[in-house]
């Protein structure tokens, strides 16, 4: 079945450092592509997405390619800061607002 | 404009009760969604309503139901509590949720439910 592997947590970064989170999916077609990202105490918000193969998703410094050749869609940002430690969630989109998701990966920035 | 609203934020019920969340949309979003988030099985979509019919639903018991409203305001019930429907819920909130390549779904800061 459709399915999102992430890799585990917690990523423990300094500020400043290079981060990525991996992502590979299983899925029949070609699903649309999603990074959330959850504060604590809060729901979702979506950070960037990606619709085809080789688009590239950004927003806030984040980035993120849909790699069709090896079903990735790793999540990258070039210097982290301490407000961005959250849990981070790969997710593909199945139609009807169906999202499966990842099992999160919690980020820890320290100063 | 106003997010996504869930109510309550916070509830414990005990087992066997029922328990009816409540989800009011971004004013002109059509499609209400619903997910299960707990910390065994991750977040797993529960059922997705348009215009107050459901489109699709996830591998939950029948004990799980919801319903929306003309005004696509939406409730979620369970019925007959069990300890693990201890979760946060959490409701989203798209303008169309048609199929094709997925349009955003702005989700609502969630219900905390503790069964005891």
């Known amino acids: 079945g459709d399915s999102v592997t992430q890799m585990e947590g917690p990523v423990t970064l300094s500020e400043e450092a290079f981060l990525t989170i991996n992502c590979t999916y299983t899925?029949?077609?070609?699903?649309?592509l999603f990074w959330y990202v959850q504060y604590p105490g809060e729901g979702l918000q979506l950070l960037l997405k990606a619709t085809k193969a080789d688009d590239k998703g950004s927003n806030k410094g984040f980035e993120a390619t849909y790699r069709k050749e090896t079903t990735s869609f790793h999540l990258e940002k070039g210097s982290v800061q301490v407000s961005d430690s959250a849990v981070y969630f790969c997710a593909l989109y199945l139609g009807f607002q169906k999202l499966v998701f990842g099992t999160g990966t919690r980020l820890l920035v320290s100063p | 404009k106003a997010g996504v609203t869930q109510t309550p934020r916070y509830l414990i019920k005990t087992r066997g009760q029922q328990v009816t969340l409540s989800c009011s949309p971004i004013s002109g979003h059509r499609s209400v969604s619903w997910y299960q988030q707990t910390p065994g099985q991750g977040l797993q979509f529960l059922f997705e309503?348009?215009?107050?019919?459901?489109?699709n639903k996830g591998n939950f018991p029948g004990r799980f139901s919801g319903r929306q409203f003309s005004n696509s305001r939406s409730e979620m019930n369970v019925s007959t509590l069990e300890l693990g429907d201890s979760a946060l819920y959490l409701c989203?909130?798209?303008?169309?949720?048609?199929?094709?390549?997925?349009?955003?779904?702005?989700f609502g800061q969630g219900t905390r439910l503790t069964v005891v």
């Open positions: 309503y348009f215009s107050e019919t459901q489109r």
């Open positions: 989203a909130s798209s303008v169309t949720g048609t199929g094709g390549k997925g349009t955003e779904a702005f």
């Open positions: 899925a029949t077609g070609y699903p649309s």
